[in-house]
């Protein structure tokens, strides 16, 4: 991995332009990280039911475009200033939904389903 985190980077994506209708797979464009946040590159990636059910059902026509695929590895790209828990080069593995790490289910190794995300 190089040292790209000021610059924006080119990937591919699949990416939802409206509710109903079929994913897109084209190029995008990729901000560098900001202020606490990581930029990963992905390796693999699924489109899972939570994906479906927010271009089908769920999402308001606002929430659009979005890149779906958030059940994924990866590897940390680069990080914005404040990031102290993860450097270029960590495997790491998104998650659908933030974790506080305070709460009981953050704090079990069993789930991921934060108390506090909502």
Known sequence: L???SNIVIKCKAAVAWEPNKPLVIE?????P???NEVR???VAT???HSDLYHLYEGM???GFPVV???EAAGIVESVGPGVTEFTPGDKVIPLFLAQCRECHFCK???TNQCANAW
Request: proline share 8%; aromatic share 0%.
């Open 2 to 4: 190089s040292n790209s």
């Open 27 to 31: 190029e995008i464009e990729v901000a």
């Open 40 to 42: 990963v590159k992905i």
């Open 46 to 48: 699924s489109v899972c």
């Open 68 to 70: 779906l695929g958030h």
């Open 108 to 110: 079990s190794p069993k």
């Open 60 to 62: 308001h026509k606002d």
């Open 33 to 35: 990280p900001q202020a």
